[in-house]
């Protein structure tokens, strides 16, 4: 939390984190990991990372995409272990365990929704797969999560092939409650995400639409 929180106050950030010969390469190995909480760590500071779209572009080529999306498909087993602790049968581990897999869901999906701001990863996050288990983060009950899922959410959902996957995952209905949300971030990142989905729609069923007009931009009309 201390380095994420210096390297996003330091203005020279960016060229600090390159400085280190091999740093990055290190940090996205780091995503094997088994440790939730290394994992947890992992996924913020490649968060932080991110924000300088020059490092972007260097765990880019380090496979960050794959790698992401390949802890996204596997939140499922944690999410098990967060329920089914093996050998663990008290409370209170139980409870600290589930923590510890919502504070890695927080960080993963805002890890994947800042990577999703450099060349076509929004693309190749849904070619490998990231997308639909995203979808289940949303049933968190922690507002951190919810908020940087809809954040990775509304990212990808300006592909229109995972426009089609989110629609298929039935994405919809949940957020459409989120828009109710008092969160003003969770608000506006589920509305624009069903918006994209929703233009999408028009534009298969008027292939005569060139763009979208103002309305259709400002009204969601199901």
């Known amino acids: 939390d201390f380095t994420c929180s210096s390297l996003e106050k330091t203005k020279e950030a960016g060229e600090m984190v390159r400085s280190f010969v091999g740093g990055l390469e290190l ?6 990991s088994d440790s939730i909480e290394v ?24 496979n ?3 790698m992401l999306s390949e ?7 944690y999410d098990y272990l967060s329920y089914y602790p093996l050998g663990h049968t008290e409370r209170k581990k139980r409870v600290a365990l589930k923590t510890n897999v919502d504070g890695l869901r927080l960080h993963l999906a ?5 990577c999703c701001a450099y060349s076509k990863n ?17 049933t968190s009950t922690v507002d951190g999560v919810r908020q940087s899922t809809c954040r990775a959410l509304y990212q990808l959902s300006r ?14 209905q949940p957020l459409l409650k989120l828009m109710g949300s008092k969160d003003e971030a969770i608000q506006e990142n589920a509305a624009c995400c069903i918006r994209n989905i929703r233009l999408l729609a028009l534009a ?19």
């Open 27 to 32: 940090v996205i190995n780091l995503l094997k």
């Open 39 to 62: 994992l947890s760590n992992v996924c913020a500071l490649i968060g932080c990372i991110a924000l300088d779209e020059e490092n972007l572009a260097v765990i880019t080529d380090h």
């Open 64 to 66: 960050v995409v794959s």
């Open 71 to 77: 802890l996204a498909n596997t939140m499922s087993y």
């Open 110 to 114: 805002e890890a994947i929704a800042r």
């Open 122 to 138: 929004r693309e190749s996050f849904g070619e490998f797969g990231a997308v639909a288990p995203l979808v289940n983060f949303l």
């Open 159 to 172: 592909d229109p092939n995972n426009c089609i996957t989110l629609h298929k995952q039935g994405v919809v």
């Open 204 to 222: 298969n069923e008027r292939p005569d639409m060139v763009k979208p007009t103002t309305k259709e931009r400002d009204i969601l009309q199901f």
